[in-house]
């Protein structure tokens, strides 16, 4: 059971530059979640999706888009990267209405 | 302003004794609150919870006990184990305003604890 999966683990992209972060979820789990960790800045919440179909905009949503692509895959998106969003990324997802997630491992992004 | 405060950024403890993690909150708010666990390299994994009906909630060597008075809640783990080295995070949420995101979007976290148990 591979529970929640993120590709790429690692990526430096320049200042720019355009990438979308992948996540994948086998347990049927309706709502997903895109988080950053920075030092120091604990857990925060960027966009996240109740439903396949919904999208809602987190505690710090600029620069970034999001897709929900069906009820296992949701997508984040760098349309122009920029060195502030050097960052660790986390994918989560849970079972409507529940406040425990489960996370995928993260991907940790660097932006020159 | 942060609603979930973890002021201790960094706590050792000697393998075996007590480690009590602490966090405070200012959401008056809150009636849900839960920990978890990050080792390097992974994500994060709930822990255990408590509501606020509730003052205590066990679940083996863990304890998380909250004080809705204080708006304090501490996580104690005995015995540590060098297992037990991780950041913990404090997280919070209201579920009565009744969440549209799927409930997790209301949840607010602290900035974390590193916990490092000393052999």
């Known amino acids: 059971n591979a529970g929640v999966t993120q590709t790429p683990k690692f990526q430096v992209l320049k200042t720019g530059q355009s990438m979308t972060l992948q996540c994948a979820q086998d347990?049927?789990?309706?709502?997903m979640y895109w988080y950053r960790q920075d030092p120091g800045m604990g857990l925060r919440l960027i966009y996240y999706s109740a439903s396949e179909g919904t999208t809602d905009k987190g505690e710090v949503p600029n620069g970034y888009n999001v897709s929900r692509l069906n009820k296992r895959e949701f997508s984040l998106r760098l349309e122009s990267a920029a060195p502030s969003q050097t960052s660790v990324y986390f994918c989560?997802?849970?079972?409507?209405?529940?406040?425990?997630?489960?996370f995928g491992a993260g991907s940790r992004l660097t932006v020159l | 302003d942060q609603q979930v405060k973890q002021n201790s950024p960094s706590l050792s403890v000697q393998e075996g004794r007590i480690s009590i993690l602490n966090c405070d909150y200012t959401n008056s708010m809150f009636d849900y609150f839960l920990w978890y666990k990050k080792y390097p390299a992974e994500g994060p994994t709930f822990l255990i919870s408590i509501s606020s009906i509730k003052d205590k909630n066990e679940d083996g060597r863990f304890t998380v006990f909250l004080n809705k008075s204080a708006k304090h809640l501490s996580l104690h783990i005995v015995p540590s184990q060098p297992g037990d080295s991780a950041v913990y995070f404090c997280a919070a949420s209201d579920l009565s305003r009744g969440y549209s995101g799927g409930g997790a979007d209301g949840l607010t976290f602290g900035k974390g604890t590193h916990l490092i148990i000393q052999p």
């Open positions: 989560a997802s849970s079972p409507h209405g529940a406040n425990v997630l489960t």
């Open positions: 347990m049927n789990h309706n709502s």
